[in-house]
Each structure stands twice: as C-alpha cells, then as structure tokens.
Nanobody, 124 residues
Framework: QVQLVESGGGSVQAGGSLRLICAISGYNYNLYCMGWFRQVPGKEREGVATIFGDGSIRYADSVKGRFAISKDNAKNTLYLQMTSLKPEDTAMYYC??????????????????WGRGTQVTVSS
C-alpha cells in the first residue's frame, strides 16, 4: 500500500520560506508522476508543482520563480522549497503520486495516491 506523509508546514510571515517534505513508501514500482497540490476551504484543490519521470517539471503561474519541486529517488522523498511566501499561499498542502498520468498534468484527479496534508499559513 502506497503511503505519503507530508511534513514541514507551519506559520511564517510574508516573505519567509518553508520546505515541505513528502516521504513515500509502500511501493515496488515506478511512480512516474509526483506533485504538490494545495487547497483552501471552499475551493478546489489546485496543482502547485508537478514532476515526472522524464525529468520534466511544471509550476502553477502563481508560484513560478518562488517555489521549487525536487525529488530524491534514493530517499523516496519529494520536496517543495517555498520562498517569498505570500498570504495567498496559505492553504493545506498535499503530496500526490501516480504510476501513470497524462503528460504534464497538474490536475488532481490524475493522481491516485495522496498524503493527509500539511498546513501552511502566511501572515502579512
């Protein structure tokens, strides 16, 4: 059973930084698609950054130049480095993965496995 566990969330002031970590376990096949999503109450879950087995990466326009996604295959870990945080970045952040997905997708329904989330709160 694939398990994803996020950590690294917290409360910071605008302009600050956080690094989210997702520990992935319980799989014995390649998870081609991985990503970070976020959700605020009353809104749909949105893609923040996704990374694929061919090395390609996509970012939401709202985080380009501020966030960086990376993965360590040896440690089975996915990261999201967030800098220059803004109050509008406040959300629950989720790690997600899938063995297969449409090329370059940032759509939440394309990802099969999900963590429980870690809260990020940015104050002005």
């Amino acid at each position: 059973q694939v398990q994803l566990v996020e950590s690294g969330g917290g409360s910071v002031q605008a302009g600050g930084s956080l690094r989210l970590i997702c520990a992935i376990s319980g799989y014995n096949y390649n998870l081609y698609c991985m990503g970070w999503f976020r959700q605020v109450p009353g809104k749909e879950r949105e893609g923040v950054a996704t990374i694929f087995g061919d090395g390609s990466i996509r970012y939401a326009d709202s985080v380009k130049g501020r966030f960086a996604i990376s993965k360590d295959n040896a440690k089975n870990t996915l990261y999201l480095q967030m800098t220059s945080l803004k109050p509008e970045d406040t959300a629950m952040y989720y790690c997600a993965a899938a063995a297969y997905c449409p090329a370059g997708t940032m759509r939440a329904p394309a990802f099969r496995y999900w963590g429980r989330g870690t809260q990020v709160t940015v104050s002005s």
